[in-house]
């Protein structure tokens, strides 16, 4: 059975920071790239940070850059999404995604709110 669990969320000031886990079980996660997407209340889901299944290479959001980072530790099937220099923009349901050629699985979400 497929899980992606995510962890990490909660409420945090503007400029701080939050770390978030994403634990993957029942398929092979070194074969998989990873992905963190983010879905504010009222808009589409968007992403926000992608690494490749060997962790190589990696991309973000125009909006993110410079202030998170995604990392993947393939030893423990875990990605990161290391939030810093957070804004109240970032608040929303961040969820994990794997994806390889045509299949892609989605953890439940964990919810960020950045608010003083």
């Given at each position: 059975?497929?899980?992606?669990?995510?962890?990490?969320?909660?409420?945090?000031?503007?400029?701080?920071?939050?770390r978030l886990s994403c634990?993957?079980?029942?398929?092979?996660?070194?074969?998989?790239?990873?992905?963190?997407?983010?879905?504010?209340?009222?808009?589409?889901?968007?992403?926000?940070?992608?690494?490749?299944?060997?962790?190589?290479?990696?991309?973000?959001?125009?909006?993110?850059?410079?202030?998170?980072?995604?990392?993947?530790?393939?030893?423990?099937?875990?990605?990161?999404?290391?939030?810093?220099?957070?804004?109240?923009?970032?608040?929303?349901?961040?969820?994990?995604?794997?994806?390889?050629?045509?299949?892609?699985?989605?953890?439940?979400?964990?919810?960020?709110?950045?608010?003083?």
């Amino acid at each position: 059975q497929v899980q992606l669990v995510e962890s990490g969320g909660g409420l945090v000031q503007p400029g701080g920071s939050l770390r978030l886990s994403c634990t993957a079980s029942g398929f092979t996660f070194t074969s998989y790239a990873m992905n963190w997407y983010r879905q504010a209340p009222g808009k589409e889901r968007e992403l926000v940070a992608g690494i490749t299944s060997s962790g190589g290479s990696t991309n973000y959001a125009d909006s993110v850059k410079g202030r998170f980072t995604i990392s993947r530790d393939n030893a423990q099937n875990t990605t990161y999404l290391q939030m810093n220099s957070l804004k109240a923009d970032d608040t929303a349901v961040y969820y994990c995604n794997a994806k390889r050629l045509w299949r892609t699985y989605w953890g439940q979400g964990t919810q960020v709110t950045v608010s003083s």
